[in-house]
């Protein structure tokens, strides 16, 4: 099989699930496809929302001592948790991280989905996953994970695609370059002097900020306005380029 990387899922990680779940629901015009029943043993709940064929998910932990529980009191609600990829190899990828000293947290095999999860101390910033399902032969197959119907719930009236993931670092280009190493994505630099991890379907950017973090995530949108008005009924916080919600900022473009 030829080598290949795409974003296939952000998770985002808040408390309570709700009103998030559904007020994100509202604002972008997505469908809820799946609420995941095997993350219980994790001590969480879940939600999935198609955007396109890139899974925008939520969880939010049910019981004290969970991992992502950890994590919320880590970065004081600040919810960027997870970007999760498909790819040819997930093993051969997590012996590639390895071998830059970056451990493997997890592995899960339910077939026909196989995952390896990346620490996310060694990672930083946050959570790495790269998974594949073995006989999907097109982005819109089989995807265990959002359940059996999920591309059924795609909708693309309002939000047509997930096209940017923004991390922060004190060191913006040092960051970068890890990811970069870890995923075996040269690093490039934008317009605007980002530096940058391009996938066929969306861009890493590396800015400035106080911590390292997830910290946004920019979305086309066939109405900039129209979103921004159905945040403000949702009583979300508003910014001049989206909106906040689950400890990230939602940036809108057309």
């Not at 994790?42 to 064929?53: A, D, I, K």
């Not at 932990?61 to 997930?90: H, N, S, V, W």
Request: net charge negative; aromatic share 6%.
């Amino acid at each position: 099989m030829a080598p290949f990387l795409r974003l296939r899922q952000i998770c985002l990680v808040t408390e309570p699930l709700e009103p998030a779940a559904s007020q994100l629901a509202a604002i972008l015009g997505l469908n809820i496809c799946y609420r995941d029943p095997h993350v219980g043993k994790y001590g969480l709940e879940n939600v999935l929302l198609p955007v396109g064929t890139t899974l925008l998910e939520i969880v939010a932990p049910t019981q004290p001592g969970t991992a992502a529980g950890r994590f919320l009191e880590k970065t004081q609600g600040r919810g960027g948790y997870m970007a999760i990829f498909c790819c040819d190899d997930p093993d051969a990828r997590g012996r590639h991280a390895a071998s830059l000293g970056v451990r493997t947290a997890n592995v899960i095999d339910h077939a026909p989905y196989h995952g390896v999860q990346l620490h996310p101390r060694d990672c930083r910033a946050a959570f790495i996953e790269l998974n594949h399902t073995e006989g999907s032969n097109n982005i819109r197959g089989p995807y265990p994970p959002a359940g059996p119907d999920w591309d059924k719930a795609i909708r693309t009236d309002t939000t047509q695609a997930l096209t940017a993931v923004e991390m922060q670092s004190p060191d913006p280009a040092d960051l970068a370059t890890h990811w970069g190493r870890i995923l075996e994505l040269p690093v490039s630099e934008s317009d605007d002097g980002v530096a940058e991890l391009k996938l066929p379907n969306a861009t890493f950017r590396f800015v400035p900020g106080a911590s390292e973090a997830m910290t946004a995530l920019t979305f086309k949108v066939a109405d900039v306005a129209k979103v921004r008005e159905a945040a403000k009924a949702q009583g979300v916080t508003l910014k001049p380029d989206g909106f906040t919600l689950a400890g990230v900022t939602f940036k809108l473009t057309n």
